[in-house]
């Protein structure tokens, strides 16, 4: 097998060195851009993934070659395909949960994809790896500012009122906030017989830009508000 690029042999010093090299160079470019974002996987962990994936492609392509007397039936691809499957629980490490909202989804699809232009490097798919590079951080970025720009960003938040029932109830309380253009997904309210106090517990989601502020003032404007918090 000639490589395309050097025209030597696949398994040829300079073929593997160059290989490596690009994937190298294609996780720099994208960990570089997820590293700018403050993002949890950044330049390191994707040039590593994309150099793991690399060198597993090609180990993929040559072993079998190696051993092809000793075991004809043997499939390049299977240990290629554990990089995809594997890769998951990497790119699980960069998810996690803040209050009632999921981070960090956009930088595992971004390693999973890395992986697969490692492997395409790996492979000696120089077209592929690049387009994929390119295709990629293009995503990553422009489409990035297209999300900051042209989509609402609201947050999951739970507003949690209690307050005196004696001239006030939950439909003045829902009145008062429906100017803050919150989008109420569920409400639920706890009547506390004791204390006389009722508890209401707004689920519903938060443009960012949203000042917290006013709208408390808002609320405690209407009177017997004894307690308000998001989370």
Not at 49 to 72: E, N, R
Not at 154 to 182: C, Q, S, Y
Request: include cysteine; glycine fraction near 10%; aromatic fraction near 10%.
């Amino acid at each position: 097998m000639v490589d395309a690029i050097t025209g030597e042999s696949s398994f040829s010093a300079l073929t593997i060195f160059l290989r490596l090299l690009c994937a190298v160079v294609a996780g720099f470019a994208v960990g570089f851009e997820r590293e700018k974002r403050y993002q949890p996987a950044g330049l390191r962990t994707h040039m590593v993934l994309a150099l793991g994936a690399a060198v597993i492609m090609v180990m993929s392509i040559a072993l079998p070659i190696q051993y092809l007397d000793t075991f004809p039936n043997s499939d390049p691809g299977r240990l290629s395909a554990q990089v995809i499957s594997g890769i998951g629980f990497l790119g699980a490490g960069a998810i996690f949960r803040y209050g009632f909202n999921v981070r960090g989804l956009t930088t595992a699809a971004s390693i999973w994809t890395t992986s697969g232009i490692g492997l395409a490097f790996g492979a000696g798919l120089y077209m592929i790896g690049a387009l994929g590079t390119g295709f990629l951080i293009v995503i990553l970025r422009l489409f990035g500012f297209v999300e900051e720009k042209m989509m609402e960003r609201k947050n999951m938040r739970v507003l949690t009122i209690v307050f005196h029932p004696n001239g006030l109830d939950v439909k003045m309380i829902l009145n008062a906030i429906r100017d803050f253009d919150l989008s109420v997904r569920e409400t639920q309210i706890t009547e506390y017989i004791e204390s006389n106090t009722v508890e209401l517990r707004i689920t519903c989601r938060v443009d960012e830009d949203m000042s917290i502020r006013k709208l408390f003032t808002a609320i405690k404007a209407l009177g017997n508000i004894k307690t308000l918090r998001i989370e």
